[in-house]
């Protein structure tokens, strides 16, 4: 699949106003700051995601399309401090909501920094897809920070936590910057756009 053919289509305050629940749709989800953004606009070498130094930037559910049936979905960060309670329970509802309720979600890709993974917020929703039966790429993102040692080190010690969860859940290194694991992310798309 040509992922720099994607286009915006629209940029949705909440679940509800998604849209319609048919094709195929994957979701980009991860803490805030994680690189969601930069990781869809490395994947579609265009600038279609605002990418900020202020985590937290991401508010609306953002939707791309790659043609009628196939759709992208940049979803708002989680676990960004500054977020009042409310609106981090209102969002927790909506984000476990979307994953038990959209049939098009064909599968997750699960952002987290290769410093810091694995926060509760992170295995709520990677729990929350396993009880949905979504498949999961985990990306392990800014490896670029880490030195190739350690890099894999993290990447075998995530692969382990999440073996015991015995679900469909790959987990891969990445760098936008670098364009590390770019290729694994468009491969893993392709099965999940294209099937088996
Ligand atoms: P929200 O939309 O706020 O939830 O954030 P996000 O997950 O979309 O993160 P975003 O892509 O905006 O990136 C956050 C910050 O991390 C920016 O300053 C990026 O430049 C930086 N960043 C993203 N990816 C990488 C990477 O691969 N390597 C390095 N070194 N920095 C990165
Ligand atoms: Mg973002």
């Given at each position: 699949i040509k992922y720099h053919t994607a286009s915006f289509i629209?940029?949705?305050p909440d679940?509800?106003?998604?849209?319609a629940d048919a094709g195929i749709e994957v979701a980009f989800a991860g803490r805030s700051n994680a690189g969601k953004s930069s990781a869809l606009n490395a994947?579609?070498?265009q600038k279609l995601a605002r990418t900020s130094k202020t985590p937290g930037r991401t508010q609306l559910i953002n939707t791309f399309e790659l043609d009628?049936?196939?759709?992208?979905?940049?979803?708002?960060?989680?676990g960004f401090a500054k977020v009042p309670i409310e609106m981090k329970k209102k969002w927790q509802r909506s984000l476990g909501e979307y994953l038990q309720k959209r049939k098009s979600l064909k599968g997750l890709v699960v952002?987290?920094?290769?410093?810091h993974p694995l926060k509760d917020l992170d295995m709520d929703l990677i729990h929350w897809a396993v009880d949905s039966e979504i498949p999961i790429?985990?990306?392990?993102?800014?490896?670029?920070?880490?030195?190739?040692g350690k890099r894999k080190a993290e990447?075998?010690?995530?692969?382990?936590?999440?073996?015991?969860?015995?679900?469909?859940?790959?987990?891969?290194?990445?760098?936008?910057?670098?364009?590390?694991g770019l290729n694994e992310l468009a491969w893993k798309l392709d099965d999940w756009y294209l099937g088996p």
């Open positions: 629209t940029s949705a679940i509800s106003k998604l849209p994947l579609t070498d009628e049936e196939k759709r992208l979905i940049d979803l708002p960060g989680y952002l987290m920094d290769i410093r790429l985990a990306l392990l993102t800014k490896a670029d920070k880490l030195k190739q990447v075998l010690q995530v692969r382990k936590a999440l073996a015991d969860l015995d679900a469909d859940i790959t987990v891969h290194a990445f760098s936008s910057l670098k364009g590390i």
